[in-house]
């Protein structure tokens, strides 16, 4: 059965907030709202939970689900190596609309999908979701809507799509921004983006010193 905990209210925060974790660490599905839309999320290094996170969106494995970490810190143990273009990026954006895909440390025991080895992360610009990954540790987060349909921009919206799917539903209000994070691959040879959103292509390439062809992959 699934409840919905309104975390906008400061007396309720911390009680909701610890239903949110206490579902996660059970292997449950959540719903909590990010700085961009809201997101479906589970305990990434729960293998089941992920399945069922794929299931609930109506997603295979071929569509992997990304990452969402509490820390600037906590990225340098879940990639193979932590290289300056990330680090440049990491200082930049993040908090904030900015995901990245990497090569992952080839020793975590994690199946997010078909990721060939590689693994997209991103810290969000959101208190509520920031205060539960600092509970939880990574999750394995995806935007909360059945694949295809507009992402949820509210609880409500979420709840209406995936329904008895997901265990606990955050109410953090409206999501400000309503727009998905930029995407940058840094897995292979020159960065290119995969794709603009909340982070312009412009200050993107700026951060890392190249032209915005260069990083769309037209030149």
């Avoid at 925060?13 to 660490?25: F, G, K, P, T, W």
């Avoid at 953090?172 to 794709?195: C, M, N, Q, Y």
Wanted: hydrophobic share 40%.
């Amino acid at each position: 059965m699934s409840r919905t905990v309104d975390a906008t209210d400061p007396q309720n925060r911390e009680a909701a907030l610890d239903a949110a974790a206490n579902a996660v660490s059970g292997g449950r599905l959540v719903v909590l709202p990010t700085d961009t839309v809201y997101g479906i999320g589970c305990d990434a290094f729960d293998n089941e939970a992920v399945a069922a996170l794929l299931r609930a969106k109506g997603r295979g494995s071929d569509m992997p689900v990304p990452v969402l970490v509490p820390s600037w810190s906590t990225i340098e143990g879940l990639v193979r190596e932590y290289t300056y273009n990330m680090r440049k990026l990491v200082e930049a954006f993040w908090p904030g609309g900015l995901s990245m895909v990497v090569h992952q440390a080839p020793s975590l025991p994690w199946n997010l999908g078909d990721t060939r080895g590689t693994v997209m992360l991103r810290m969000p610009n959101q208190p509520i979701a920031l205060e539960l990954l600092e509970r939880t540790g990574p999750m394995a987060v995806s935007s909360a809507n059945i694949s295809g349909q507009p992402p949820a921009t509210n609880v409500q919206m979420a709840e209406d799509q995936l329904g008895a799917d997901v265990t606990t539903y955050i109410d953090g209000g409206e999501a400000h921004h309503g727009v998905a994070s930029t995407i940058v691959d840094l897995s292979s040879g020159r960065p290119r983006i995969l794709r603009e959103g909340a982070a312009t292509t412009e200050r993107v390439a700026e951060v890392l010193g190249m032209s915005s062809a260069e990083l769309r992959g037209d030149v």
